[in-house]
């Protein structure tokens, strides 16, 4: 038991490092040494969690990913609920804006949607196997998750909650069906 807790304690004190390293710095400047130095560990230790900085930085955000996913109450809703889905996807990149910001800043810009896309189609995947090849599906994806995505991050001077209503609605004027 003890092992674990220090496993624990030692992981966490990693990714604590990384986070405000990453706060700082693009990911390509970033060094195992650094994490170490920071985090008060040897590198062997970091090397029990993680291959590299890059495995470190996408097991991170995938923990954002899987976070943005388990938040929606209904990923069917893709489909059949288009205003509603946005809403949701919107809120969740909200309630996760300062780790997005964080982790998905620079080079790494561009997954976010990417990886937001992959997960909701493994989700509608378990839920109607039949259309696991639908090109039409991942269209629909791109252009919801993206586009709300996108329209999201552009308009800075807007408040928060009402750019989400007001990209829902839009949304929701443009629903399609797989």
Do not use: W
């Amino acid at each position: 038991m003890a092992e674990r807790k220090q496993t624990s304690k030692s992981r966490r004190r990693i990714l604590n490092a990384f986070i405000e390293l990453r706060s700082q710095k693009e990911l390509e400047k970033i060094t195992v040494v650094e994490i170490c130095e920071r985090a008060d560990i040897n590198k062997s230790t970091f090397y029990v969690y993680f291959h590299d900085v890059y495995d470190l930085s996408r097991q991170m955000q995938q923990e954002i990913i899987d976070r943005i996913a388990a938040s929606l109450p209904d990923p069917d809703n893709v489909i059949k609920n288009t205003a509603q889905f946005t809403r949701d996807i919107l809120m969740a990149y909200e309630a996760n804006k300062q780790q997005i910001q964080t982790m998905f800043s620079g080079s790494q810009s561009s997954r976010l949607p990417m990886l937001v896309k992959a997960k909701i189609l493994e989700l509608i995947q378990q839920l109607h196997p039949e259309v696991e090849d639908s090109q039409r599906l991942r269209l629909i994806l791109n252009y919801k998750i993206y586009g709300a995505y996108y329209a999201f991050l552009e308009d800075t001077d807007m408040n928060e909650m009402e750019k989400i209503e007001y990209i829902s609605n839009l949304a929701g004027e443009s629903s399609f069906n797989a």
